[in-house]
């Protein structure tokens, strides 16, 4: 079974420990998971050479310069930190993250969109490296993007998805979420978005419900009585112990961050 796929809540990093690192970044997973996340939340992009590197935004500040990330290369990325604020690191690469991590880690994947040297190439990246390292039922596929879902699926049937969506998504009339593409059984709804119908309904259809951003622990809470799939939070050591009150699982063993 997969790891989202249990009755319980998972308490999941958002970008790692945003709060406390540079989002995206070993140091902000490590965080996270000293902090006590089931799993953390990281997006993916491809660089000009094609690599699946895990940044958010769809550009990136090298020294003085803001570029697109898809026209940056993998010895580009290794040569310059990126900061923000007080925070710097290195953009890592999905595969580092699954070679640091492996099966111990647990993953909530984002796909997203931007230019890529053939078409398909992001989904076709994604999938090959969790079948490789063995993490089918360690992760969840998430995107904006039903078409790149889809894709990833067709690719790779054994990809567990969850379609995420804000209040800027078409939703047709009378639905609480948009229109889902084949084989995905998991919806991702903005928190401002999320109400107690809204589980009704998605309980009622086989949905789990992974809820982004939440940072308030009382609402993490209500989130796990109403059985979420996960809870995305930003500093989980705020929500998780809210979650796990509520659901009586105890926190993962963490004792100190890696490499200290």
């Not at 997973?29 to 996340?37: L, V």
């Not at 990126?82 to 796909?111: K, M, S």
């Not at 939440?214 to 799939?229: I, S, T």
Request: aromatic content about 6%; glycine content about 8%.
């Amino acid at each position: 079974m997969n790891f989202f796929a249990a009755s319980l809540t998972r308490v999941v990093g958002h970008r790692g420990s945003p709060t406390k690192a540079l989002e995206n970044t070993f140091e902000s997973f490590d965080r996270a998971e000293a902090d006590g996340a089931d799993a953390f939340e990281l997006d993916v992009r491809l660089t000009l050479d094609g690599e699946a590197v895990v940044h958010h935004d769809p550009d990136i500040v090298l020294g003085t310069r803001r570029v697109p990330l898809a026209t940056v290369t993998i010895p580009e990325l290794n040569e310059t930190p990126i900061a923000r604020g007080d925070f710097q690191g290195f953009v890592p690469t999905l595969r580092d993250v699954f070679l640091r991590y492996g099966p111990a880690g647990r993953y909530l994947v984002e796909l997203k969109p931007g230019p890529a040297p053939r078409p398909g190439l992001l989904e076709f990246r994604v999938a090959a490296l969790l079948a490789q390292f063995a993490l089918l039922e360690k992760a969840l596929v998430l995107s904006f993007s039903p078409d790149a879902l889809r894709r990833i699926r067709e690719i790779e049937p054994r990809v567990q998805t969850c379609l995420n969506y804000d209040g800027t998504a078409h939703r047709p009339e009378g639905r609480l979420w948009p229109d889902l593409p084949k084989g995905c059984a998991a919806i991702g709804p903005n928190v401002a978005l999320v109400s107690d119908a809204l589980f009704t309904r998605a309980k009622d259809e086989g949905l789990s419900v992974h809820v982004w951003t939440v940072n308030d622990a009382a609402l993490a809470a209500h989130l796990a009585r109403l059985g979420a799939g996960s809870v995305i939070s930003d500093d989980v050591s705020v929500t998780g112990p809210a979650i796990r009150e509520v659901t009586g699982a105890p926190a993962p063993f963490t004792v100190t961050l890696r490499g200290e």
